[in-house]
């Protein structure tokens, strides 16, 4: 294959294509022999344009000169148009449609005018020589065109592949633009949630040093309070770290259309929403013309700050998902189920809504945003279309406790 690639830089179907061609070239020069004028001469030159048509594709200008100077020999010998010229055509053809510019093709036609007029002085018949040029010349801008329209296609297909190369890089550079700013997002909020574990560590450490003497039974408490918020308040560091870290881009982050879904409203960096005000976000959605069915299954157990405001993101991004792509008026059944090891989020849209004319501004990236904030958590999520034509989303984030290390994480 190396081989083949540096003779003539293409793949093996056209190299045998052309290599067919090349051997009809020889084969109807072999079958003229002596009886064609020239005789076995004639057949050398046929050998010659044969040899030449094997690089028709990749140098198609220096084979068209090739083939020129020879078809001249030939006139110049006087031996007349011959069977094996058929070769002409088929270089001119490949100057037309190869050539790197449009330009070599014209030349090649008006070389291939001249070769015309020059063949049909030489033939013997009982006709016109011009009638002989008319019909050659027939030929030959049939040819023409027919190589200028296989260019013209081929033109353009390389330009659509070539342009959808060009956007195939975009996307994979706003893709990488949107989990950048996602992360810069995660991380200040992450960087909150560590800010108020030390305010309260302060707070409870400098209560526990007032109350040693007076309230001992307080004091422990408050100590414990420090210990465990500051456990948990190291692990949320911990997984910050590793947001800032990590280096690979995370899976598909298009919505249904193709499009990163936004999020209903932006808060400010600052706050921090909890699960508790689920209930005013669902309100919201609501008022925007989502019939949004929401259920929570088992008992919510008490989870880190971090842990909280993602469940509470992927609510929010997944209801946004189904307002924007399933549209006003669809049906979402939200359900929030926790177990012992896991929390889990699930929303699923009937997709028979009508389009949002004005949607409401973003404040995130749809799947991106889900999809990194449950990766920090070691969770998993799945996204996609349902039997029934609407969108699903699923969101599993485990829950590891441990004795005086973490409540959940």
Do not use: C
């Amino acid at each position: 294959m190396t081989v083949r690639r540096i003779l003539f830089g293409r793949p093996l179907r056209s190299v045998a294509f052309d290599v067919a061609v090349s051997g009809f070239v020889v084969l109807v020069g072999l079958a003229g022999g002596v009886n064609q004028p020239g005789g076995w001469r004639a057949t050398g030159v046929a050998a010659a344009m044969a040899a030449a048509l094997l690089f028709r594709r990749a140098h198609p200008s220096a084979v068209g000169a090739a083939v020129a100077v020879l078809a001249g020999v030939q006139v110049v010998a006087g031996w007349g148009p011959l069977a094996f010229d058929v070769a002409v055509l088929i270089a001119l053809y490949s100057v037309v449609k190869y050539a790197e510019r449009l330009a070599a093709g014209i030349v090649a036609g008006v070389v291939a005018a001249v070769g015309v007029v020059l063949a049909a002085l030489q033939i013997e018949a009982a006709v016109a020589w011009w009638a002989s040029a008319i019909w050659f010349a027939l030929m030959t801008g049939a040819v023409w065109l027919m190589g200028l329209n296989v260019r013209t296609r081929r033109l353009y297909v390389l330009s659509l592949e070539e342009r959808a190369a060009t956007l195939e890089r975009e996307r994979e550079a706003e893709a990488r633009a949107a989990v950048a700013e996602e992360r810069t997002r995660i991380a200040r909020e992450l960087h909150d949630v560590v800010a108020h574990s030390m305010a309260v560590m302060i707070v409870q450490a400098d209560g526990a040093r007032y109350l040693f003497d007076r309230d001992p039974q307080t004091a422990r408490e408050a100590v414990r309070v420090v210990a465990d918020t500051g456990r948990q308040a190291l692990e949320e560091m911990r997984r910050l770290v590793g947001v800032l870290r990590e280096t690979s881009t995370p899976g598909p982050a298009a919505g249904p259309d193709g499009a990163a879904a936004p999020a209903l409203a932006a808060e400010p960096t600052h706050r921090r929403p909890a699960l508790v005000e689920l209930p005013e976000l669902l309100d919201r959605f609501r008022a925007a013309g989502l019939r949004v069915d929401a259920t929570v299954t088992g008992e919510p157990p008490a989870l880190p700050p971090g842990l909280e405001l993602t469940v509470y993101r992927v609510v929010q991004e997944a209801l946004t998902n189904a307002l924007k792509h399933a549209g006003v008026g669809a049906t979402v059944t939200l359900g929030l189920t926790h177990t012992p090891d896991a929390v889990v989020v699930r929303a699923v849209d009937d997709g028979r809504g009508r389009p949002v004319v004005r949607p409401a501004p973003s404040g995130g990236h749809g799947l991106v945003g889900m999809r990194e904030r449950v990766t920090v958590y070691d969770g998993s999520l799945t996204a996609g279309p349902t039997l029934a034509g609407g969108w699903q989303v699923e969101a599993r984030l485990p829950l590891r406790s441990s004795t005086g290390t973490e409540v959940a994480a």
